[in-house]
C-alpha cells in the first residue's frame, strides 16, 4: 500500500468550493485513476491535509493519464480556491494499526 500526503492553504472564503472540488476530483480519480480513496482533514479555517491511498506507487504515477479530460476542470476549480497545494510525503505503509470502528482499549 503507498500513500501519499497533500497539505492545502484554502483561501478565506473558499472552503466549502474547496471541500466540493476536492470530494469531486476524489472520486473520480478512485473511479478512474486506481486510487482506493482518500481521507481529508481541517485543522483551521485555511489548513486541510489529505492523505491519498493507493495499490502501489506507479498506479500513483500514472494515474493523471488515465483521468477523462473532464477532469482538468475540477482540478482547476480546486486549486482556485488554494493558496498553495504541496505534496509534502509519499511512501509506502510498514504497519497499519488503524481501524474502522471506534477503540474500545481491546
Not at 466540493?20 to 479555517?45: F, P, V
Not at 500513483?60 to 509534502?88: F, K, Q
Request: proline share 3%; with cysteine; hydrophobic share 35%.
Amino acid at each position: 500500500m503507498f500513500h501519499v500526503v497533500y497539505l492545502f492553504d484554502v483561501m478565506d472564503g473558499r472552503q466549502a468550493d474547496f471541500e466540493r472540488a476536492w470530494k469531486e476530483l476524489t472520486e473520480a480519480i478512485y473511479r478512474n485513476g486506481g486510487s482506493l480513496g482518500s481521507r481529508l482533514m481541517k485543522q483551521d479555517s485555511r489548513r486541510y491535509m489529505a492523505i491519498a491511498q493507493w495499490p502501489n506507487e506507479k498506479s500513483w504515477s500514472e494515474s493523471p493519464a488515465a483521468l477523462p479530460g473532464w477532469t482538468g476542470a475540477i482540478r482547476d476549480r480546486m486549486r482556485d480556491c488554494c493558496h498553495s497545494i504541496e505534496t509534502v510525503f509519499t511512501g509506502t505503509v510498514l504497519a497499519d494499526l488503524t481501524r474502522n470502528s471506534t477503540y474500545r482499549g481491546d
